[in-house]
T-cell receptor
Framework: GIQVEQSPPDLILQEGANSTLRCNFS?????LQWFHQNPWGQLINLFY???GTKQNGRLSATTVATERYSLLYISSSQTTDSGVYFC?????????????FGKGTKLSVKP | DAGVIQSPRHEVTEMGQEVTLRCKPI?????LFWYRQTMMRGLELLIY????????DSGMPEDRFSAKMPNASFSTLKIQPSEPRDSAVYFC?????????????FGQGTRLTVV
């Protein structure tokens, strides 16, 4: 099955800084999503981005499917951005419902 | 819409007891997923349904786990008998489009502790 690796595992930023989170996946995907898990445990979908680039406010994401990676950009970070960011990928074969989650990047934004 | 609703939010039970977790998906979403999150294994898909029918239950860890979706607005995940290693956060998620096209909406999770 698909392997999903995220880096870095931990990231500490000062408020206002920018950051890039990376997600590598081992096989062709037809589904790639980014999620934010806040400190209270809630999982929020940020982007559905199997290819291309999307932007939503201070967040943007790019997936280069041919090179099997996706990037999540956070600009002008705020303390409310803290939490764990997960990348999840789904492939063409097998169960197309099975989103494979990476282990996440834990982001801490300091005031 | 209120989003995906799970209950209870927290459950503490003794080993050997039956545990039932509940989920109400977003109205109109045809796909419902149960995930488990642990420190060791991260987020894992247990089972998913399409139009109330189980499609893939290969992630269900063993026979002690069972899931049902009697109608479009309700699903249960049951563990009988429960064991301490079942302690985890259990999430329910729903999709509108087929999973390989859609965005997943997650409930707030049920934190299960088996002592």
């Amino acid at each position: 099955g698909i392997q999903v690796e995220q880096s870095p595992p931990d990231l500490i930023l000062q408020e206002g800084a920018n950051s890039t989170l990376r997600c590598n996946f081992s096989d062709s995907v037809n589904n790639l999503q980014w999620f934010h898990q806040n400190p209270w445990g809630q999982l929020i979908n940020l982007f559905y981005i199997p290819s291309g680039t999307k932007q939503n406010g201070r967040l943007s994401a790019t997936t280069v499917a041919t090179e099997r990676y996706s990037l999540l950009y956070i600009s002008s970070s705020q303390t409310t951005d803290s939490g764990v960011y997960f990348c999840a990928a789904g492939g063409y074969g097998g169960s197309q419902g099975n989103l494979i989650f990476g282990k996440g990047t834990k982001l801490s934004v300091k005031p | 819409d209120a989003g995906v609703i799970q209950s209870p939010r927290h459950e503490v039970t003794e080993m050997g007891q039956e545990v039932t977790l509940r989920c109400k998906p977003i109205s109109g979403h045809d796909y419902l997923f149960w995930y488990r999150q642990t420190m060791m294994r991260g987020l894992e898909l247990l089972i998913y349904f399409n139009n109330n029918v189980p499609i893939d239950d290969s992630g269900m860890p063993e026979d002690r786990f069972s899931a049902k979706m009697p109608n479009a607005s309700f699903s249960t995940l049951k563990i009988q008998p429960s064991e301490p290693r079942d302690s985890a956060v259990y999430f329910c998620a729903s999709h509108f489009l087929p999973p390989n096209r859609g965005v997943a909406f997650f409930g707030q999770g049920t934190r299960l502790t088996v002592v």
